[in-house]
C-alpha cells in the first residue's frame, strides 16, 4: 500500500507523527506537504496528492490542516476524489464503508494525535460495502 500526504502550516506535526506511524507499518508515503508551520497555501499541497490518486500512483490520500474544511474543498472538486472530513473513528469508517473515500481530511486543531493515528489506521483498513452505496456515489459527479 502507499499513501500521498499532504498539508498545510496548521498540520505538520501531525504529518510527521502519522508518517511515522505509517513507516513502522512498512506502508510508501509521498509527502507533498510542507515541513514547517510557517503560513502557506493548502491548495498548492492538496493538487498533488488529488492528482497521485487520480492518476493511480498511490491507493489513498491523507490531509491535514486546522479545521479540514479547505482541504477538502479542494480535493472534492475532483470528480474522482471523495474526501471526508473526519474527526473520529465511527465517522472514518464511514466514509469507507459508504462513501468509499479515497482521501481522509483531518483537521489538526480539533483532534488529538492518538486518535488521529487511529483513525488512520480504520482509514486504510475498512473495506468499501458497495451494493447500494455504489448507487449513491455513481450520482455525485454529475459528469
Not at 505538520?12 to 510508501?28: D, Q, V
Not at 509527502?31 to 496528492?49: E, K, L
Request: proline share 3%; net charge neutral; glycine share 6%.
Amino acid at each position: 500500500m502507499n499513501i500521498s500526504i499532504g498539508n498545510d502550516h496548521a498540520g505538520t506535526a501531525y504529518k510527521f507523527k502519522i508518517i511515522e506511524h505509517l513507516n513502522n507499518k512498512k506502508i510508501t508515503i509521498k509527502n507533498h506537504g510542507t515541513n514547517s508551520d510557517s503560513s502557506v497555501d493548502y491548495p498548492d499541497f492538496v493538487h498533488p496528492v488529488a492528482n497521485d490518486i487520480i492518476n493511480n500512483n498511490y491507493n489513498y490520500g491523507i490531509l491535514i490542516c486546522g479545521s479540514a474544511n479547505g482541504v477538502a474543498m479542494t480535493a472534492n472538486k475532483y470528480s474522482e476524489i471523495r474526501a471526508g472530513i473526519c474527526w473520529d473513528k465511527e465517522i472514518v469508517s464511514l466514509i469507507r464503508l459508504h462513501n468509499n473515500a479515497n482521501i481522509i481530511c483531518i483537521p489538526a486543531r480539533f483532534t488529538k494525535i492518538e486518535d488521529v493515528l487511529e483513525m488512520v489506521d480504520i482509514f486504510l483498513t475498512t473495506e468499501f460495502e458497495g451494493g447500494r452505496h455504489q448507487n449513491r456515489i455513481n450520482k455525485i459527479s454529475p459528469c
